[in-house]
């Protein structure tokens, strides 16, 4: 698909999805709640739309595709739930880790084997034999999600759960948006310091309004940012989000993009750009790719921290970002966890980008087509988590042809 270059971008991003994140656990949270909440607003998100279908699935064989929340909701959902499934997923899927999240179900209770490699999915659910332990240990650092998942699960033990976490904690806000919607299901957690308590309590069934959705709210930021000239509104979006990735308004503020709350939009207009960013991702690992691609076009230096997670998501975000980064002249340097980005000096006219089955690839390098023509392969990989940003683009002026 090609993107004609067009450097002045006005418009509304009418379809920005509901947010993956909270749409995955309220729908964890409504089952166990009995089905009876209303839910308003549940992301289109293939992400998404897999979950909905798959939490009450009466299938044996569950297929998460290439969803990380789905996958390791799931496991954690039918394993106190005592239900036989097979979880399995993409071939991605099945080298993305979830070892430390079957070690904890394992010691809490749960019978799970590994079909394949140990330590990755597919995964075989026997069931759940009764509560074995009330406290648990558990790694911060590979992903917040195998964390979430057993708090969600944890108020219907029949003993609660002390999680204890266990060194460098990443996604952390991820981990707060789950305690903060179980509470708006009528379930309290204690979360201080590296320690979450659950006592065994009753989901409220309720009536829910997802939010829009700030990992991609973040291209918008970027094609603001790359543009010429621009200004941008996006719809239901606030900024007191339980969302982590709200953090791209200050990003971006350093990169040239004001924001200021319009009624209930959200207005994005150029402001001025610093040389240098320094940022630490660790707890918003999905907006490094966006910020690479703007600092490496617009010739800010970048150092970079909290990327190590990016090399088990969709892809090794990483590689991908090197490898892509290069084409446009710029690098993506590793020493030691630190990253330094080098800008570009001089962009080309026109690139073909690659997006590794990663719709992260594709959305965070589509703004490039606000200062070049921009070629995207296989560009319906945005589905996962935004379904209709080609449409969105439209909107706001860009040319789209196959
Ligand atoms: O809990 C969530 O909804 C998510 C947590 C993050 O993953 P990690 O905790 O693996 O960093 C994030 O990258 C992912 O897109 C969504
Ligand atoms: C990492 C992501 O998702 P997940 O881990 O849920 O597949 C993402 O959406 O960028």
Redesign the pocket.
Known sequence: MTIQKNSSIYGTANLLPAS??IS?RVLIINALAGNASQLHNLSDAN?TQLMLRLVNSKDRIIDVE???????FLTAYFSITNQRKVLTGTQR?KE?PIGILVDALRTLGADIDYQEKEGYPPLTINGFNGQKTTSLKIRGDI?S?FISAIMMVAPVLPQGIKLELEGKIGSRPYIEMTASLMAQFGVKTKFVGNLITVTPQTYTPTEFTVESDW?AASYWFAITALAEKAEVLLPRISLHSLQGDRAIVDIMKTLGVEAEIEGSQLKLSKGSITKELRWDFTHC??LAQTVAVVCAAKGVKGSFTGLE?LRI??TDRITALQNELKKIGADLIEESSQWTLVPTDKLPTRVTFATYK???MAMAFAPLATLMDVDIENPGVVK??YPNYWNDLKAVGFHLTE
């Open positions: 993956k994140s995955n992400d290439d969803a990380g929340t789905t996958m390791r899927m993305r992903s999600q990992s690992p999905d997670s998501k969709e990663d719709h992260r996962k988590s």
